[in-house]
C-alpha cells in the first residue's frame, strides 16, 4: 500500500472542483483496502472512498480523511461460483428478469462501467443497454442505483461483495439487502456505512426483450413506413446494439462533453411528492409531467421531472452565475464552465435550490455527493 500526502483531487472527480487529499491511497486488492481501513483507524481520520469521481463535489481546501481510491480490478463473465455458493445458489427467479436463460458477470468494483456494458452488448447479454454511457465505476453503481431510459441497475444486480470495516471480513449482500430505491441503497444510510463495495455480481439475459418503455428511447425506434404515413411503425425488436447506440445518441444530445465541461451528470434528484401536492401543482401548470409511484407499498407518491420544472416554472434553462451554470440542454446538470470553485457551485446550487422552493413548495434533494 502506498500512502501519499496532500494529493490534488480535482483531476479525479468529473466536476473538475476541489482541493487536496490529507492521506491517498489506490488500492487494488481487498487486502489493501483493509490495510487503508486500518491506517485511517490510526490516523483517526474518516475514510473517504472515490470511484470514478463522476457524482461527487469535493470541498475546497484540505479534506482531512484518507481517500481511497478504488482500483479493484477483474471481470469474469459466466461466472459460476464457488462450490459453496453453487450448492446455496438460488434458482434465478424468471418473473425478476427477463428470460431465463441468464449468465452472471462478476467485476471488482474499479471497473469502468461502460466498459463493461459495451462488453455485455458484443457477448449478447441483455439487462444493462439501458445504461449506456453513465461514467463512473461498476462499485460506485449500486451505491445511489444508477438509473436511466426505464432501467436501473438493482433490476440486475444478483448480489455486492462487501468488505465490511466492522468485522474486517468481506461478505456477500444479496440483492433484496442492499435496500434499493430511486438513486438510493443502504450504502447510503447508517447501515450500510461500514460496508466498502469490493465487487458487484450482475445477472444478465442471453434472451432479452428490449426495454423501451422511456419515451425519448422509444421514438428512437418507431419510424413511418412511408414518409406520408400517419401511422407510425415500432420495429418490434431491436437489435441490444442498436438500442445501446440509441441510447448513447439521446445521452449525446442531453449531456454535456465531459471533456469540455466540468459536470456530474444529474446535479440534483427527481423530487418524489405527495399525489395531493402534485394535483394542486398541476392546477397552476397543467402540462407538469408526473410518474405515478407507490413509496413502501403505502402513500401514492409523484416523481416530477426537476428539468422540467427548471425550465417552464422557473424559466432558469441556460441560466448561468459566474463559471456555473445550468446545462443550456438539460437543466438538471449543472457545470462547471470552468474554474469554479465547490463554494460557487454550492452557492449555485442553493440558489436554484431556493428559486423552486418558493415557486413550487418542493424541497429537492442533491444526487451528487459532497466529499469534505
Ligand atoms: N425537460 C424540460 N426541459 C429540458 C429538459 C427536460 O422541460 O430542457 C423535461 C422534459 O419533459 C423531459 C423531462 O424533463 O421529458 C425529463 O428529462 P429527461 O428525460 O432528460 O430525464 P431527467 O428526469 O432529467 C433522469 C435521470 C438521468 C437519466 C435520465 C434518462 C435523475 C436525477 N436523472 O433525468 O440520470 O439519464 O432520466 O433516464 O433521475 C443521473 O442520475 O446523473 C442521470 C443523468
Given amino acids: ?40 483507524r490510526a490516523q483517526k481520520l474518516p ?67 461502460d466498459e463493461i456494458v459495451a462488453e455485455s452488448v458484443r457477448r449478447g447479454l441483455w439487462g444493462i443497454e439501458n445504461l449506456s454511457g453513465i461514467p463512473g465505476t461498476i462499485g460506485a453503481a449500486p451505491i445511489q442505483n444508477i438509473g436511466a431510459y426505464g432501467a436501473e441497475i438493482k433490476d440486475v444486480l444478483e448480489w455486492v461483495e462487501v468488505f465490511d470495516t466492522t468485522t474486517g471480513r468481506t461478505r456477500k449482500l444479496p440483492n433484496a439487502d442492499c435496500c434499493f430505491a430511486y438513486r438510493d441503497s443502504i450504502f447510503k444510510h447508517r447501515d450500510g456505512q461500514a460496508l466498502l463495495v469490493a465487487r458487484v455480481a450482475l445477472r444478465l439475459s442471453k434472451d432479452g426483450a428490449p426495454n423501451l418503455t422511456y419515451a425519448d428511447l422509444s421514438r428512437c425506434f418507431t419510424q413511418s413506413m412511408f414518409s406520408n404515413s400517419v401511422r407510425p411503425r415500432t420495429i418490434a425488436k431491436p437489435a441490444l446494439v442498436a438500442i445501446r447506440r440509441a441510447v448513447l445518441q439521446i445521452r449525446g444530445k442531453k449531456f454535456p462533453d465531459l471533456a469540455q465541461f466540468g459536470t456530474a451528470g444529474s446535479f440534483f434528484k427527481n423530487p418524489i411528492i405527495p399525489k395531493e401536492q402534485y394535483d394542486e401543482l398541476k392546477e397552476k401548470y397543467p402540462d407538469l409531467p408526473g410518474f405515478k409511484l407507490k413509496v413502501n407499498s403505502q402513500k401514492l407518491m409523484v416523481k416530477v421531472p426537476l428539468a422540467w420544472i427548471l425550465d417552464n416554472i422557473c424559466g432558469l434553462k441556460g441560466f448561468r452565475k459566474g463559471n456555473v451554470a ?18 460557487d457551485m454550492q452557492t449555485f446550487a442553493a440558489d436554484i435550490l431556493r428559486q423552486v422552493k418558493e415557486k413550487t413548495g418542493i424541497d429537492v434533494e442533491w444526487e451528487v455527493q459532497c466529499i469534505h
Fill in 47 to 113: 475514510l473517504v472512498i472515490l470511484g470514478g469521481g463522476s457524482n461527487v463535489l469535493v470541498a475546497d481546501g484540505e479534506i482531512e480523511a484518507v481517500v481511497v481510491k478504488i482500483d479493484i480490478r477483474g471481470i469474469e463473465w459466466g461466472y459460476r461460483g464457488t462450490d459453496a455458493e453453487q450448492e446455496h445458489a438460488r434458482p434465478p427467479k424468471p418473473q425478476r428478469r427477463r428470460g431465463t436463460n441468464t449468465e452472471l458477470v462478476v467485476a471488482g468494483a474499479g471497473e469502468n462501467w
Fill in 326 to 343: 445550468l446545462f443550456e440542454r438539460q437543466p438538471i446538470v449543472l457545470v462547471n464552465l470552468g474554474g469554479a470553485s465547490a463554494a
Fill in 1 to 40: 500500500m502506498h500512502v501519499q500526502e496532500h494529493v490534488p483531487l480535482r483531476d479525479l472527480t468529473t466536476l473538475k472542483i476541489g482541493g487536496t487529499a490529507r492521506y491517498f491511497v489506490s488500492v487494488a486488492t481487498v487486502e489493501e483496502l483493509a490495510d487503508a481501513v486500518s491506517f485511517a
